[in-house]
């Protein structure tokens, strides 16, 4: 069991160019979370999704921001035209459908690391 | 509005100390509190929960106390080594709903 798998572990773009992030939940979740965290912050809550459907993007900025998680495959958060506001660690996590609402059994990725030049 | 919150946002302690790292909540609704470990370049790594119904919890060297009439949530822990450096963040969840409010954190140090 390897864990929820984020790749790249660290992403450069340079302003205007699209920025692909992908995480792999642990084997048997079905339940994917994106946050977002700047550098001394906490994490922000992005989108929470399950296969094939979004539940809850509250979170997601209206603009250049969208994520998927396909029946198969990884969940891909994708950020168009970035800016170099958009520089933070962005981490996914996964859980299973009896734990959601709980915080217990989510398991976090090591998370990607974009940079915007 | 929602928002969690910490007291601290740095704690120094001596190797064998015990530690306590505190964290304020505003959202009397919340259902489940969650305290997470961040190491330096990792993800947050899942320490402890506790439930509204509950007042305390223990786990191995670690214990949280929830104060749900002046909503503070607290963290303890025992005999604290320098593994325990990290970032420690409190996180408050709704009923049913995935997502967490993450307060901004607390460092803790421990010299040993």
């Known amino acids: 069991n390897a864990g929820v798998m984020q790749n790249p572990r660290h992403l450069v773009r340079r302003r205007g160019q699209e920025a692909r992030l992908r995480c792999s939940p642990m084997?048997?979740?079905?339940?994917v979370y994106w946050y977002r965290q700047l550098p001394e912050e906490g994490l922000k809550f992005m989108v929470y999704?399950?296969?094939?459907?979004?539940?809850?993007e509250s979170g997601m900025p209206k603009e250049r921001f969208s994520a998927e998680f396909p029946k198969e495959g990884p969940s891909i958060l994708r950020i168009q035209q970035v800016v170099r506001g958009d520089s933070a660690a962005y981490f996914c996590?996964?859980?299973?459908?009896?734990?959601?609402?709980?915080?217990?059994?989510?398991?976090f990725g090591s998370g990607t690391r974009l940079t915007v030049v | 509005g929602e928002s969690v919150g910490l007291h601290l946002p740095t704690l120094s302690v001596q190797e064998g100390d015990n530690s306590i790292i505190n964290c304020a909540y505003s959202?009397?609704?919340?259902?489940?509190f969650i305290w997470y470990k961040q190491e330096s370049g990792k993800g947050p790594q899942f320490i402890i929960d506790?439930?509204?119904?509950?007042d305390k919890r223990q786990g191995q060297r670690v214990t949280v106390l929830l104060n749900k009439t002046v909503k503070h949530l607290s963290l303890q822990i025992a005999a604290t080594q320098p593994g325990d450096s990290a970032v420690y963040f409190c996180?408050?969840?709704?009923?049913?709903?995935?997502?967490?409010?993450f307060g901004d954190g607390t460092t803790l140090t421990v010299k040993p």
């Open positions: 996590a996964s859980s299973p459908v009896e734990t959601v609402g709980t915080g217990y059994g989510y398991t």
């Open positions: 084997k048997g979740h079905s339940h």
């Open positions: 999704l399950q296969k094939e459907n979004i539940i809850d």
């Open positions: 506790i439930r509204s119904n509950m």
């Open positions: 996180a408050e969840n709704m009923p049913n709903a995935g997502k967490s409010t």
């Open positions: 959202n009397s609704a919340s259902d489940y």
